[in-house]
């Protein structure tokens, strides 16, 4: 039996669509925030995930400010950040994302933080 590893990248986050992800990195990956579940902006929950008590908003909200906090909005609705570059691994992808753990520039893991705020699911 192999054991495969997560392939290691870097990211420096430019914006964020809602509190699960994606986060768009400037060295291009747009990443899916693995082992948590957010709501959607319109408050939706998608079939099968776990489906948090707080709201879309509040959770792209809370994934923002743990990212350096907004600095404006693209046409496309995102959330532009400036935020200090994060070392993250792959470990496969969703709907043309990359999924990936992340640490922040402080050290905490992203995932674990985002479940502290208290506006996402653990999955």
């Not at 699960?20 to 990956?29: K, L, S, T, Y």
């Not at 319109?42 to 600095?71: F, K, Q, Y």
Request: hydrophobic fraction near 40%.
């Amino acid at each position: 039996m192999s054991i495969i590893a997560a392939a290691a990248f870097i990211c420096t986050p430019i914006a964020v669509w809602d509190g699960d992800g994606p986060v768009w990195c400037q060295e291009g990956p747009k990443i899916r925030i693995a082992n948590i579940s957010a709501r959607e902006l319109d408050g939706s929950c998608r079939r099968g995930h776990p489906c948090p008590r707080a709201s879309g908003i509040d959770a792209r909200d809370a994934l923002v400010r743990l990212l350096g906090g907004p600095t404006g909005r693209w046409d496309t609705g995102h959330i532009e950040v400036r935020s200090r570059t994060m070392h993250c691994s792959a470990l496969g992808d969703s709907y043309g994302r990359t999924v990936a753990s992340c640490t922040l520039a402080d050290g905490r893991d992203l995932a674990q933080a985002m479940i502290a705020t208290g506006t996402v699911a653990r999955w």
